[in-house]
């Protein structure tokens, strides 16, 4: 039987030594625990699972541990991916790490969860903080007359970054540096832009209601394996092997992008060589129809701001 380090061709790095890993949870008495097994934000679109345990994570887990409770957080890089285009703009609900984007990505959450290890005891939300500073939760309230609810705030974030006009505007700024929300300038126009930030969120989580319902085709059984991806423009198609496709996939959707990634070629190119579950075709349906959603919203954004 191989160990875990051969079986799975694991390497050490300057602050991950796997031999010190070992004798950490052996003197610990660390053991294989359900509770461990969490979802992993691995990439836009694609949440994984993995075993969030001493002898996999790094010792500092001062960020992570806030993903273990419910929570939520902008996914952001100081400086766009591709020139003169802020793309990379996401959520994520789950522990991730900073390649979401490629690059170098950075985390955002909503809320601080107190000190203690969440993975071995549940938290409520009494023991969580929101991530605003005072200084800005007053600019704020000065701003609207009324100090609103942090995950409206969030949402009303998330909506501006996703504004066309905005990103138009900071064009030149945003190449340099993380991009800065201007203060809303009245409360219903608050309102109007968190409530569609809101949407964006649900879409980008896979949450939103109205994917149950996503248009997309998959007419031709067969292996399910992926093989060659490339997309059929005249037809509208996705196709993954030579007899199978997905269709009604319009070529504005087939080519939107977050970060460096062009999100419907990227999940199907990750899963090269396997059988895709009904699950994963599901999945993969369901990000059309968000992508489609996105762009709608978008434009709802923009005559709003």
């Known amino acids: 039987m191989k160990d875990l380090e051969s079986y799975h061709n694991l390497k050490s790095t300057s602050g991950w030594k796997i031999g010190n890993r070992r004798k950490e949870i052996f003197r610990k008495g660390e053991t294989f625990a359900h509770k461990n097994i969490v979802l992993y934000a691995y990439r836009p679109f694609d949440t994984r699972c993995t075993y969030y345990c001493e002898f996999l994570r790094r010792a500092h887990s001062e960020l992570m541990k806030h993903f273990l409770g419910e929570n939520m957080a902008l996914a952001l890089m100081r400086r766009p991916i591709l020139e003169g285009t802020l793309s990379q703009v996401s959520v994520v609900d789950a522990i991730t790490d900073k390649n979401f984007y490629a690059y170098q990505t950075y985390f955002f959450p909503l809320y601080l969860y107190t000190d203690k290890e969440l993975i071995d005891e549940e938290a409520s939300n009494s023991e969580r903080t929101p991530n605003f500073t005072d200084k800005f939760l007053k600019a704020i309230k000065e701003a609207l007359g009324t100090e609103p609810a942090p995950e409206e705030i969030f949402y009303y974030i998330y909506a501006v970054l996703y504004a066309p006009t905005y990103r138009k505007r900071y064009e030149e700024f945003l190449k340099i540096d993380f991009p800065r929300v201007p203060l809303p300038t009245d409360y219903e ?23 149950s319902e996503t248009g997309v085709g998959f007419p031709v059984s067969g292996s399910n394996i992926v093989e060659k991806v490339r997309y059929d423009e005249e037809n509208e198609r996705v196709y993954f092997n030579k007899r199978q496709y997905f269709d009604g996939i319009s070529k504005v959707v087939w080519e939107y992008r977050i970060g460096a990634y062009q999100v419907m070629a990227k999940y199907l190119k990750d899963r090269k060589n396997r059988e895709l579950s009904l699950e994963e075709i599901e999945h993969y349906m369901w990000m059309a129809k968000a992508i489609e959603r996105t762009i709608e919203v978008q434009r709802r954004i923009e005559n709003v701001f």
Do not use: D, I, R
């Open 189 to 211: 126009l608050f309102k109007k832009l968190s409530e569609l930030g809101k949407e964006l969120v649900e879409f980008h989580l896979l949450k939103h209601p109205s994917l």
